[in-house]
């Protein structure tokens, strides 16, 4: 984190204060919750939704500060690995990737064609290249005919035609290593729809078709020693939901220790991360310790040390900028009732609505390789 650039990014030392104390109850809480990512044996990897990220529409709700991208950075520093959902345009994300440092990089998608059904939305992996190596292989997801969501098909003469939809919003799949640990990952963030009917089917299909699909390299990338790790933005109902069957029937594992709801009023699953490798790889996961320095699973909660619920006044003029902060009747500000309800709300736009999800992958392979050479 390159600390040196509070002084340029806050020159009132008013608003400084408030950024570096409220960064240190940051920093502390994630030393607590989250192990050191400094050991050479380990991978913490994370998937986080972060809402409307640098969206051209934000609903009203004003747009993002530079104080939140800093509680941001401060998150994605903690991990050595992040599949970030919901990435619009990149100029907010460039300024979070300046604040990490020259050790990060990034890669991501191009928009979903808006004719497909997508809003503008791109997904995106950071990483520290001190830990985290690029394989040079990517792409998005694109299904043959005979996998359309919502397929159907006819008969014209003696060719088969079909018509369906593709993904409302590409997965994104790519090639990475951490010392000896190789994994094929893939990203998304599936279409919601609605909470029943036919939409509700649409967002099952999509869970089982990219399953399925990316499932399929399960043999090969077995011979190569790699993992599969399909991750993100689900948008699973419950673990007994066929939202979730539809990912577990197609071989892939859910780590017992992620077994838990992601959204901030603790009633949704919709984030996930899900695994076809070596049992070895979900089992270390899910060795239970009574120490969270040496937890290998968990959710981060964001309001915890940033935003709380007693801090609103502190963000009264900047709520009164957007115009949700506003009377829709006179255009004047709202009052304090008023405000201080609205906050929760506001800070989800600063924020996330979503909390990060992370693993701590064993990847210290050595042992094994040598086996394999007697």
């Given at each position: 984190m390159e600390y040196y650039r509070l002084r340029y990014d806050f020159r009132a030392r008013i608003d400084r204060a408030r950024v570096i104390n409220n960064l240190h109850r940051l920093r502390d809480q994630l030393t607590d919750t989250i192990p050191s990512k400094d050991s050479?044996?380990?991978?913490?990897?994370?998937?986080?939704?972060?809402?409307?990220?640098?969206?051209?529409k934000r609903y009203g709700n004003g747009s993002r500060s530079k104080e939140s991208l800093w509680y941001i950075a401060e998150v994605i520093s903690r991990f050595d690995f992040v599949a970030v959902q919901e990435v619009n345009r990149l100029?907010?994300?460039?300024?979070?990737?300046?604040?990490?440092?020259d050790n990060w990089d990034f890669i991501?998608?191009?928009?979903?064609d808006t004719r497909l059904g997508g809003n503008g939305e791109r997904l995106l992996y950071a990483f520290d290249k001190r830990k985290v190596q690029f394989r040079n292989i990517a792409g998005e997801i694109v299904l043959?005919?005979?996998?359309?969501?919502?397929?159907?098909?006819?008969?014209?003469?003696?060719t088969k035609m079909y018509s369906g939809k593709q993904?409302?919003?590409s997965p994104f799949l790519a090639s990475f290593q951490s010392n000896w640990f190789k994994f094929d990952i893939c990203t998304v963030h599936i279409y919601y729809g609605a909470k029943s009917g036919d939409k509700l089917d649409q967002r099952v299909e999509e869970i089982s078709r990219v399953a399925n699909y990316f499932g399929k390299r399960a043999e090969d990338a077995e011979k190569d020693g790699?993992?599969?790790?399909l991750l993100g933005d689900f948008n699973i109902v419950h673990?007994?939901?066929?939202?979730?069957?539809?990912?577990?029937?197609?071989?892939?594992?859910?780590?017992?220790?992620?077994?838990r709801p992601s959204n901030l009023d603790k009633t949704k699953y919709y984030d996930q991360i899900a695994f076809r490798a070596k049992?070895?790889?979900?089992?270390?996961?899910?060795?239970?310790?009574?120490?969270?320095?040496?937890?290998?699973a968990g959710i981060v909660e964001l309001f915890d040390s940033v935003f709380r619920d007693g801090d609103w006044q502190e963000y009264e003029d900047e709520m009164k900028k957007s115009s949700n902060g506003k009377s829709v009747v006179t255009g004047e500000n709202k009052d304090h009732d008023t405000l201080e309800s609205y906050f929760e709300d506001w800070k989800t736009f600063q924020f996330s609505d979503h909390k990060p999800m992370w693993v701590r992958i064993s990847s210290d392979g050595a042992k094994d390789y040598l086996d394999s050479l007697t």
């Open positions: 050479d044996s380990t991978l913490l990897l994370a998937t986080w939704n972060i809402r409307d990220f640098d969206a051209t100029d907010e994300w460039k300024q979070v990737c300046r604040i990490l440092g991501c998608t191009d928009v979903t043959p005919n005979s996998m359309l969501i919502s397929n159907e098909t006819a008969e014209l003469g003696d993904f409302r919003r790699k993992a599969l790790i673990p007994e939901h066929k939202t979730m069957k539809a990912l577990t029937d197609e071989g892939f594992a859910i780590p017992k220790a992620l077994d049992q070895g790889v979900l089992d270390f996961i899910d060795t239970p310790s009574s120490s969270t320095s040496r937890s290998n």
